[in-house]
């Protein structure tokens, strides 16, 4: 198996491998703060900094410790109904990997979900990504079946309606090439995961080679022992999931019980209401990671009576808008902040910074370019 290569990400303001959470004194801190003047237009490397002004892009969403996704592959009917209501009741979101070609009908003897009930799914909040058309091993496809297999795929998502922008690949099998991921990354896809066992650090060395952990025949227990781990690491953990269904008849190889699914489901939940984890599809945090990695971040005032900043980036806006987590210093009279970015404006709660009352902390979030201002209020 061939690894592809590493995106570009030039000079960028991104998270630093230092961490002021101790100094916070607030273990949701997940990103150094950066000094302003030390980023942006110079991309010098970045500095620790507590005064006024100083901001970080934190590395989750939500400044949490750990990202989760979860990718159903395959599209299985019995998966789609004993999974789809659980996380909608727990107001998540996942990824199913879908091989066109066999939707309405069998995939390895499986029901496969019809049409209307993958275009209910992605109306409920869930990401329907790709795992080929035909479910052919694509690494073994001659160049211009390659092509076609991903465009036919392309074809159908597209007429699934409102999506989220950049579709994700889940390699059939797991195999793939560089032909493979280079013709992914032409055709606009945004990630690709395999099926090599791990977990992922919070920058990927490559987002087309993401590694993934099986969950066949794991109960709520074993579930839960991933995602601890990924926590304490602080990387992303991609959960492969298959057959979820009650019986498993024909002794399918990837198979979980219902219920461990939807223990699993309420502990995730917790997890997030806990600011531990953020649980989002894979199109969600491969977009995020892209643009926290890439985004510069340029100071344009700094005085008692507003912090004033701009965003930049290179990645295209009409795929990478997801909003990211900042953190700012900001003065100790600012107990409350109004943030502005382009037309919208909202109040959030500053907190205490370290012991001597002198500076304050604020988190909220804003797309990845235009202009931002902090003020008292």
Same mark, same amino acid.
């Given at each position: 198996?061939?690894?592809?290569?590493?995106?570009?990400?030039?000079?960028?303001?991104?998270?630093?491998?230092?961490?002021?959470?101790?100094?916070?004194?607030?273990?949701?801190?997940?990103?150094?703060?950066?000094?302003?003047?030390?980023?942006?237009?110079?991309?010098?490397?970045?500095?620790?900094?507590?005064?006024?002004?100083?901001?970080?892009?934190?590395?989750?969403?939500?400044?949490?410790?750990?990202?989760?996704?979860?990718?159903?592959?395959?599209?299985?009917?019995?998966?789609?109904?004993?999974?789809?209501?659980?996380?909608?009741?727990?107001?998540?979101?996942?990824?199913?990997?879908?091989?066109?070609?066999?939707?309405?009908?069998?995939?390895?003897?499986?029901?496969?979900?019809?049409?209307?009930?993958?275009?209910?799914?992605?109306?409920?909040?869930?990401?329907?990504?790709?795992?080929?058309?035909?479910?052919?091993?694509?690494?073994?496809?001659?160049?211009?079946?390659?092509?076609?297999?991903?465009?036919?795929?392309?074809?159908?998502?597209?007429?699934?309606?409102?999506?989220?922008?950049?579709?994700?690949?889940?390699?059939?099998?797991?195999?793939?090439?560089?032909?493979?991921?280079?013709?992914?990354?032409?055709?606009?896809?945004?990630?690709?995961?395999?099926?090599?066992?791990?977990?992922?650090?919070?920058?990927?060395?490559?987002?087309?080679?993401?590694?993934?952990?099986?969950?066949?025949?794991?109960?709520?227990?074993? =579930?839960?022992?991933?995602? !601890?781990? #990924?926590?304490?690491?602080?990387?992303? *953990?991609? +959960?492969?999931?298959?057959? /979820?269904? &009650?019986?498993?008849?024909?002794?399918?190889?990837?198979?979980?019980?219902?219920?461990?699914?939807?223990?699993?489901?309420?502990? =995730?939940?917790?997890?997030? !209401?806990? #600011?531990?984890?953020?649980?989002?599809? *894979?199109? +969600?945090?491969?977009?995020? /990671?892209? &643009?926290?990695?890439?985004?510069?971040?340029?100071?344009?005032?700094?005085?008692?009576?507003?912090?004033?900043?701009?965003?930049?980036?290179?990645?295209?806006?009409?795929?990478?808008?997801?909003?990211?987590?900042?953190?700012?210093?900001?003065?100790?009279?600012?107990?409350?902040?109004?943030?502005?970015?382009?037309?919208?404006?909202?109040?959030?709660?500053?907190?205490?910074?370290?012991?001597?009352?002198?500076?304050?902390?604020?988190?909220?979030?804003?797309?990845?370019?235009?202009?931002?201002?902090?003020?008292?209020?």
């Amino acid at each position: 198996m061939m690894m592809g290569s590493r995106d570009p990400v030039g000079t960028a303001c991104g998270p630093s491998t230092s961490s002021i959470a101790r100094v916070a004194r607030g273990p949701w801190l997940a990103a150094a703060l950066l000094s302003l003047g030390a980023c942006g237009d110079g991309g010098e490397d970045t500095l620790l900094c507590l005064e006024p002004g100083c901001t970080a892009v934190a590395t989750w969403q939500g400044a949490a410790k750990a990202a989760v996704s979860m990718v159903f592959d395959d599209g299985y009917q019995s998966t789609l109904d004993h999974t789809l209501q659980p996380l909608v009741d727990a107001r998540l979101a996942a990824t199913h990997a879908v091989p066109s070609a066999h939707v309405g009908a069998e995939l390895e003897g499986i029901p496969v979900a019809p049409l209307a009930d993958w275009q209910r799914a992605v109306a409920l909040g869930m990401e329907v990504g790709s795992h080929g058309s035909t479910h052919a091993i694509l690494s073994q496809l001659p160049a211009e079946q390659l092509t076609k297999d991903l465009e036919d795929w392309l074809q159908w998502w597209r007429a699934l309606g409102a999506q989220r922008p950049g579709p994700t690949l889940t390699y059939p099998t797991g195999r793939y090439d560089d032909k493979v991921t280079q013709e992914a990354r032409r055709l606009g896809f945004v990630a690709g995961r395999a099926t090599g066992s791990g977990l992922n650090p919070p920058s990927p060395p490559d987002l087309f080679a993401l590694a993934s952990q099986g969950t066949s025949a794991s109960d709520a227990a074993g =579930l839960q022992a991933f995602t !601890d781990q #990924a926590a304490a690491a602080g990387g992303w *953990l991609i +959960e492969r999931w298959h057959l /979820v269904a &009650e019986t498993n008849p024909t002794n399918y190889c990837c198979w979980n019980r219902p219920a461990d699914f939807r223990a699993h489901v309420q502990q =995730l939940r917790r997890d997030v !209401d806990a #600011a531990t984890l953020w649980v989002a599809p *894979l199109n +969600e945090v491969a977009r995020y /990671v892209r &643009e926290r990695d890439t985004v510069r971040i340029r100071s344009v005032s700094t005085s008692p009576q507003a912090i004033v900043f701009a965003l930049t980036s290179d990645l295209d806006a009409a795929v990478f808008d997801l909003p990211l987590t900042l953190t700012t210093v900001v003065p100790a009279s600012w107990t409350q902040v109004r943030v502005k970015w382009s037309e919208s404006e909202d109040a959030v709660a500053a907190e205490d910074l370290g012991a001597d009352g002198t500076r304050r902390l604020v988190r909220y979030r804003v797309a990845p370019r235009g202009r931002v201002t902090l003020s008292p209020g």
